[in-house]
């Protein structure tokens, strides 16, 4: 079977997951990306590359900051963009997601970013606008329920290269709630991708979920352990909705275990970087201090990830 | 007295309602509109016919699918669009419509895209801007109650005339919830002007409006008789706020009397075209096999759409 | 101690608050606002001043109007504008105000517009970046809490100047919620600084802050005699929130206490202006007679304000 993201000649079409995506096309969007980081610098940040093209933002979960990333990225591309958030429109009058995006399509947008809380919600639509002959249309996944967030995984990427150069030679920890979160499975599929020798899972057992080894990553459930020696120490957001849960005692109890805090951060090697999504809970899977530190990445993390988006919405614009 | 739309010289100044329009100006419009077309499928989708206008969508009324057409369509003639939900803002404030009116004209507003649940305040807002002085400002009616839809008709038109050329030897039925449709009033209003010889209103007796006879339609409660030898067939939304009132008894019975099926198409012309303004009910208006048959062209009717507002907008900014 | 909006060259770095303003930047923003009249009556409205600037519009309390104008000035100056409504995104989320800024600036961020209802917050921001070396990104305050909103107060002595050139010789008369009103302090430190020679503040006892005499403010709680001989009058917005609580006893008793009506306006100069910030309560503090009367300049200060808005961001963003 075809990769649903890729056209005939194995260009990039869509950018559903990274999850068998070809490592070269990996580092061109990587290489790419590295052109766009000095436009954001330049006086004028914008380039012609999308001029006259029309994305939208299909927003049926809502993401402020998520969505925020994909309007600049997509402006600074010279893009006119629509921003839809659709659970307060078609959705509520009972249209379905097919009939809205046909509708869209015929408006001639040229791409859809989409964020949507159940998985799979991307590949349907990428897969409905092949069925139907509209295959000038580009999706990019922007979140899809816990199945992946491929531009967050690509920008995570695109840190660890600019401080680590080299992927094979790295031992690089995903920190929490690894069971709920799509951006730790972007990550691990784009950490074996890129060839990294040890990726490491820490958290609670009832926050890691079953398969991990098969993935070929190393499972740890005491942070002390997990954290001995890592270059990258990738932290997961603890959702706000599993603090006071069934799978959790408390957050107070959280950070005891599975908090970064300096004392811990000091097992990792002394040059190891520390990033996190966004937006952090301080005082529940990150302290401030390390938060603040010299070994966070953190924002500039947020600052790759506008050129990362400009790279991959450029590419898919482009073939 | 005046015709409020048009200006001393006859020209199009405001687009309020399609009754009362002169042919020509209809005309003009749609031919207009062919021009765009072919815009929206070039690399580069713009057009500097409104660069540095502002227009103004305000919906009092909300409406995610028709505020994106105008979006895109005042995009691609190169204005700067400001989107105003006006119920979460001024109105809750308690302040008067004419005050935001006011206001916002103040700012250098060129054109209002009005939307609002109250039949003609589109007009009310056009006479006050006669009144007092600002001629520069447009207003174009995005739907106003039950009262006009004035750009939905004229992409009606289009639509029409794209695949059956010549309006004079047609038989259009308009099937459905006619009573409460500014879609059903601003479609006869246009089909009349344009020289339509016979035009069907097909509907329960609850949903069929006094005086369409007047109007020179020709009502039927049978769904069957009505369609028989038609043209063109537009099918009208069903509001879910109907399906289970005093009106109907259940959206079921509704499919089962006035839902278009194969079986009922095949009572048109077998080169029968079948319209809808969207979002459309799946089973309770239409049957999927019609929506998505051959003889649809509901997708075309929003890809005519975008070129019909882009030419509404680049007339009324122009004169 | 330096002034927080200035840079070491004395240059305006970000607008915070008028109180200690230079009396020679206010007056170049006035300046340069007046070179900006003339761009919104252009045929292409846009000057191409801060193009590819990214303007942040950060409202974390809704003001639809005053957010309309900054998009409208910033647009207008060819700058990319991002609207985020932050109480519906990151502050749920739990991130403070500090995350937000550093991960906006992080986006590349020009410019943020913040309107918050907590006084100080445009401050911190500020500060913010100064200390952690984000020099480069400007802050505009657009209303904080009861404490400033300086743009108001500019466009208020930019509508004075217009009308009444001079400030040296002026009697100016703020009436209404002072206590409350940060359009108040604005305008009272603004004219201070211009040298208006009297300043007279109308109101209730309960609706007086203490201190205004301190300020060099002449208190009148008799309409009557504080509107007597003034050349402008500045009413002010009654919140609805005030107008049945503890303070006032109703709208109606405000009214008729404080209502300007054309029998107090006839007491003031024969030339007096009448002002207002918007939206009104026509029939609570101002009277429709004298809102729409020969001597109100309400709808020239909207006018102004886009103008004003212009030459503050375009004076930021060039320094």
């Known amino acids: 079977m075809l990769n649903p993201q890729l056209n005939k ?15 070269s096309i990996v580092t061109h969007i990587l290489d790419t ?7 954001s610098d330049r006086e004028v940040k914008k380039v012609p590359l999308m001029r006259g093209k029309s994305v939208f933002n299909l927003f049926f979960e809502n993401s402020t900051r998520t969505r925020t990333t994909f309007e600049i990225a997509a402006k600074r591309l010279s893009a006119d963009v629509i921003n839809l958030n659709i659970s307060a429109s078609s959705a509520s009058k009972g249209e379905s997601l097919i ?16 964020r949507h809380s159940q998985s799979g919600a991307p590949h349907l639509i990428a897969k409905h606008l092949r069925d139907s002959g509209q295959d000038h249309v580009r999706v990019v996944n922007a979140g899809d329920g816990r199945h ?12 660890i290269r600019h401080y680590k150069q080299d992927f094979s030679n790295l031992t690089v920890a995903i920190v929490g709630d690894i069971l709920h979160s799509r951006v730790a499975r972007s990550d691990i599929h784009a950490l074996t991708t890129l060839g990294v020798p040890e990726i490491r899972a820490i958290g609670p057992l009832t926050l890691l979920p079953a398969g991990l080894e098969q993935m070929g990553v190393r499972v740890f459930t005491d942070m002390n352990e997990g954290l001995k020696g890592v270059d990258v120490i990738i932290m997961l957001r603890l959702q706000n909705e599993r603090m006071n849960g069934a799978l959790l005692p408390s957050a107070q109890e959280y950070f005891k275990n599975y908090g970064l805090t300096p004392e811990r951060l000091a097992l990792a090697k002394p040059d190891a970087i520390v990033m996190h999504p966004g937006p952090m809970n301080r005082g529940v899977e990150i302290d401030s201090a390390v938060a603040d530190g010299a070994q966070a990445v953190i924002l500039p993390q947020v600052t790759f990830g506008i050129a ?12």
Chains 1, 2, 3 share one sequence.
Do not use: C, K, W
Not at 150 to 159: E, R, V
């Open 308 to 319: 990362v988006r400009m790279a991959v919405m450029g590419i898919l614009a482009g073939n």
């Open 33 to 39: 990306a590295s052109s766009f980081v000095g436009v």
């Open 148 to 159: 992946a967030h491929p531009t967050q995984g690509l920008l995570d990427m695109y840190t």
């Open 99 to 114: 009939d809205t995006i046909d509708n869209l399509s015929a408006m001639h947008a040229d791409m859809f970013v989409v």
């Open 9 to 23: 000649n194995g260009e990039l079409q869509h950018l559903l997951t990274i999850e068998g995506l070809p490592r």
